[in-house]
Protein backbone atom coordinates (compact mmCIF):
# COMPACT_ATOMS: atom_id res chain seq x y z
CA UNK A 1 0.00 0.00 0.00
CA UNK A 2 1.07 3.06 -0.87
CA UNK A 3 -0.29 6.34 0.36
CA UNK A 4 0.44 10.56 -1.05
CA UNK A 5 -1.14 12.84 1.83
CA UNK A 6 -1.12 16.42 0.70
CA UNK A 7 -1.32 19.04 3.50
CA UNK A 8 -0.82 23.31 3.51
CA UNK A 9 -3.36 24.30 1.29
CA UNK A 10 -6.38 26.52 2.34
CA UNK A 11 -7.58 30.25 1.61
CA UNK A 12 -5.27 33.06 0.89
CA UNK A 13 -5.28 36.44 -0.77
CA UNK A 14 -4.26 37.88 -3.99
CA UNK A 15 -0.46 38.39 -3.85
CA UNK A 16 0.10 36.14 -0.44
CA UNK A 17 2.04 32.94 -0.35
CA UNK A 18 1.36 29.09 0.76
CA UNK A 19 3.42 26.03 0.90
CA UNK A 20 2.06 22.80 -0.25
CA UNK A 21 3.78 19.23 0.89
CA UNK A 22 3.13 15.99 -0.27
CA UNK A 23 4.47 12.88 1.96
CA UNK A 24 4.28 9.28 0.14
CA UNK A 25 4.45 6.31 2.96
CA UNK A 26 4.01 2.74 2.37
CA UNK A 27 6.09 0.30 0.53
CA UNK A 28 8.32 1.69 -1.28
CA UNK A 29 11.58 0.87 -2.94
CA UNK A 30 12.23 3.96 -4.85
CA UNK A 31 10.47 7.44 -5.94
CA UNK A 32 11.27 8.81 -9.35
CA UNK A 33 9.59 12.41 -10.74
CA UNK A 34 7.65 13.48 -8.20
CA UNK A 35 5.18 17.01 -9.09
CA UNK A 36 2.25 19.08 -8.86
CA UNK A 37 -0.72 19.43 -11.13
CA UNK A 38 -4.16 21.21 -10.65
CA UNK A 39 -7.99 21.33 -11.68
CA UNK A 40 -9.98 23.75 -11.67
CA UNK A 41 -13.59 23.73 -11.63
CA UNK A 42 -14.49 22.97 -15.36
CA UNK A 43 -10.69 22.68 -16.89
CA UNK A 44 -8.69 19.27 -17.22
CA UNK A 45 -6.12 18.54 -14.85
CA UNK A 46 -2.70 20.44 -15.75
CA UNK A 47 0.85 20.15 -14.49
CA UNK A 48 2.12 22.77 -12.56
CA UNK A 49 5.78 21.45 -11.84
CA UNK A 50 7.66 18.45 -11.26
CA UNK A 51 11.19 17.93 -10.12
CA UNK A 52 13.22 14.41 -10.66
CA UNK A 53 15.11 12.73 -7.92
CA UNK A 54 18.26 14.55 -9.00
CA UNK A 55 16.79 17.49 -8.47
CA UNK A 56 16.03 18.36 -12.45
CA UNK A 57 12.84 20.75 -12.16
CA UNK A 58 10.47 21.66 -15.07
CA UNK A 59 7.77 24.21 -14.42
CA UNK A 60 4.39 25.22 -16.51
CA UNK A 61 4.30 28.68 -17.60
CA UNK A 62 2.04 29.93 -15.14
CA UNK A 63 4.05 29.01 -12.44
CA UNK A 64 7.49 29.92 -13.49
CA UNK A 65 8.66 33.08 -11.19
CA UNK A 66 6.62 32.59 -8.99
CA UNK A 67 6.61 29.04 -7.41
CA UNK A 68 9.28 26.75 -6.45
CA UNK A 69 9.00 22.80 -6.19
CA UNK A 70 11.66 20.92 -4.16
CA UNK A 71 11.96 17.42 -2.64
CA UNK A 72 13.44 15.90 0.31
CA UNK A 73 14.25 12.04 -0.68
CA UNK A 74 14.97 11.05 2.67
CA UNK A 75 11.55 11.75 3.93
CA UNK A 76 10.10 10.68 0.81
CA UNK A 77 8.12 14.46 0.48
CA UNK A 78 7.46 17.08 -2.20
CA UNK A 79 7.30 20.46 -1.37
CA UNK A 80 5.38 23.61 -3.72
CA UNK A 81 6.34 26.91 -2.91
CA UNK A 82 3.66 29.36 -4.29
CA UNK A 83 4.26 33.12 -4.10
CA UNK A 84 2.06 35.76 -5.48
CA UNK A 85 -0.55 33.99 -5.76
CA UNK A 86 -3.17 34.82 -8.26
CA UNK A 87 -7.06 33.89 -8.45
CA UNK A 88 -6.73 32.02 -11.47
CA UNK A 89 -4.25 29.73 -9.48
CA UNK A 90 -7.38 28.78 -7.31
CA UNK A 91 -7.71 24.98 -7.69
CA UNK A 92 -7.41 21.91 -6.30
CA UNK A 93 -3.91 20.21 -6.15
CA UNK A 94 -3.24 17.16 -6.82
CA UNK A 95 0.79 15.72 -5.70
CA UNK A 96 2.15 12.97 -8.48
CA UNK A 97 4.98 10.41 -7.84
CA UNK A 98 6.52 7.86 -9.92
CA UNK A 99 6.98 5.15 -7.06
CA UNK A 100 8.79 1.46 -7.82
CA UNK A 101 7.52 -0.55 -4.69
CA UNK A 102 9.46 -3.81 -5.13
CA UNK A 103 12.44 -4.42 -6.98
CA UNK A 104 10.84 -7.06 -9.14
CA UNK A 105 8.41 -4.13 -9.97
CA UNK A 106 8.12 -1.20 -12.73
CA UNK A 107 7.39 2.40 -11.42
CA UNK A 108 3.89 3.13 -11.62
CA UNK A 109 1.99 7.00 -10.59
CA UNK A 110 0.72 7.61 -7.76
CA UNK A 111 -1.88 10.13 -6.65
CA UNK A 112 -2.40 12.08 -3.96
CA UNK A 113 -6.31 12.85 -2.78
CA UNK A 114 -5.99 16.11 -3.52
CA UNK A 115 -6.02 19.90 -1.66
CA UNK A 116 -8.05 23.48 -2.07
CA UNK A 117 -6.04 26.43 -2.56
CA UNK A 118 -8.31 29.54 -3.05
CA UNK A 119 -6.81 33.09 -3.82
CA UNK A 120 -9.88 35.06 -2.85
CA UNK A 121 -10.26 38.19 -1.33
Known amino acids: QVQLVESGGGLVQPGGSLRLSCAASGSILSINTMGWYRQAPGNQRELVATITSGGTTRYADSAKGRFTISRDNAKNTVYLQMNSLKPEDTAVYYC???????????????WGQGIQVTVSS
Open 96 to 110: NAGIRRYWYSSEAPY
